[in-house]
């Protein structure tokens, strides 16, 4: 089950702080355009963190080529990131466990040569990447 969320806000505070289309994927569960994201085809060296509240999400050192048109990562920040299944019982979400936002989908056992062959499908726009050494940052 998902813990609590412990950032809470209205959907108008988020309105202020988010722009339209991060609102619209964070707060209403929607889906960036495929291979059109920021961070698709970033390799650098950082921290990617929630873009509605700054809770560190995923180290780049986890982030892998799935050649699926969204950043793709094999782990992320233990206890940041909750998973729920979707209402239609195929996929499972995963949501900042900050703030609740929606981030993207996990898949599990595609035989990606990862050390969890889970796949993380997280929308650019709902993280914002920090560049710098990962192993200092959090
Ligand atoms: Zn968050």
Known sequence: MAAPNPINKTEEEWKV???????????TKGTEKKG?????????????????????LYKSSTK?????????????????????PDPDGRRTEITCAGCGGHLGH???????????????CVNSISVKFVPGNASTSI
């Open 17 to 27: 702080i988010l722009s339209p289309e991060q609102f619209r994927i964070l707060r």
């Open 36 to 56: 059109t994201g920021e961070y698709d085809k970033l390799y650098e060296e950082g921290v990617y963190n929630c873009a509605g509240c700054g809770t560190p």
């Open 64 to 84: 892998f080529d799935s050649g699926c048109g969204w950043p793709s990562f094999y782990e992320g920040f233990p206890g940041a990131i909750n998973r729920s």
């Open 106 to 120: 996990v898949t599990k056992g595609e035989g990606y040569k990862t050390p969890t062959d889970e796949r993380h």
